[in-house]
């Protein structure tokens, strides 16, 4: 079993940027594929990036591609998202997810661990 804790969230202008950071406990963190996840008033939560257990081979929705960039320290165990050039659009309570084994990188179903989420707010 895994915690997840987020943390780096905050209140940022358009075309400004945020680290946010997930720290997991337990020994066996690198053997878990890492997400995140969004979810806005109103909507359903949302695939934002994921990474393999290894960090080899990274998986963005379309809207983040070029803005966000997803890491992952095992000797640390954290998982980081970078945002920059962030939109008001991006706003939304940023989720850590995990899970041994995934087949579909962008379903939430396949996460097992979910951290409590940190809000991010971006004004226009």
């Known amino acids: 079993q895994v915690q997840l804790v987020e943390s780096g969230g905050g209140l940022v202008q358009a075309g400004g940027s945020l680290r946010l950071s997930c720290a997991a406990s337990?020994?066996?963190?690198?053997?878990?594929?890492m997400g995140w996840f969004r979810q806005a008033p109103g909507k359903e939560r949302g695939f934002v990036a994921a990474?393999?257990?290894?960090?080899?081979?990274?998986y963005y929705t379309d809207s983040v591609k070029g803005r966000f960039t997803i890491s992952r320290d095992n000797a640390k165990n954290t998982v980081y998202l970078q945002m920059n050039s962030l939109k008001p659009e991006d706003t939304a309570v940023y989720y850590c997810?995990?899970?041994?084994?995934?087949?579909?990188?962008?379903?939430?179903?396949?996460?097992?661990?979910w951290g409590q989420g940190t809000q991010v707010t971006v004004s226009s």
């Open positions: 997810a995990a899970n041994h084994y995934v087949t579909d990188y962008y379903s939430p179903s396949e996460y097992e661990y």
């Open positions: 990474i393999t257990w290894s960090g080899g081979r990274t």
């Open positions: 337990g020994r066996t963190f690198s053997s878990y594929v």
